[in-house]
């Protein structure tokens, strides 16, 4: 089991920036694959991003891929999302969640394959 405690999330405006701060812990955290997940109101989750036990394993949503950035820094144990050209559409509470499976894997499976959560962030972005 792994602990996941977020920060970095507030308040933004259309063409924002922002990153969000993953501290990650646990006996097996260094095996132990992470990603960044969405859930808006009315819609439904996205997997977002992964970032494998490798900081250089990544794999990203197709809608994120030119906006969105994972990274993995072990030796701090920090996981982050770098997230740029921010829209109101993007506006949702945003976990980071871990997972037993390796990243190609768990980037197939999305939410089914998430099996730590974090408390979760809000990021709201207004026009």
């Known amino acids: 089991q792994v602990q996941l405690v977020e920060s970095g999330g507030g308040s933004v405006q259309t063409g924002d920036s922002l990153r969000l701060s993953c501290a990650a812990s646990g006996r097996t955290i260094s095996r132990t694959t992470i990603g960044w997940l969405r859930q808006a109101p009315g819609k439904e989750r996205e997997l977002l991003a992964v970032?494998?036990?490798?900081?250089?394993?990544?794999y990203y949503e197709d809608s994120v891929k030119d906006r969105f950035t994972v990274s993995r820094d072990n030796a701090k144990g920090a996981v982050y999302l770098q997230m740029n050209s921010l829209k109101p559409e993007d506006t949702a509470v945003y976990y980071c969640?871990?997972?037993?499976?390796?990243?190609?894997?768990?980037?197939?499976?999305?939410?089914?394959?998430?099996?730590?959560w974090g408390q979760g962030t809000q990021v709201p972005v207004s026009s």
């Open positions: 970032v494998g036990w490798s900081a250089g394993d990544t």
């Open positions: 969640v871990g997972s037993i499976a390796p990243a190609f894997r768990m980037a197939t499976m999305g939410s089914r394959g998430v099996n730590d």
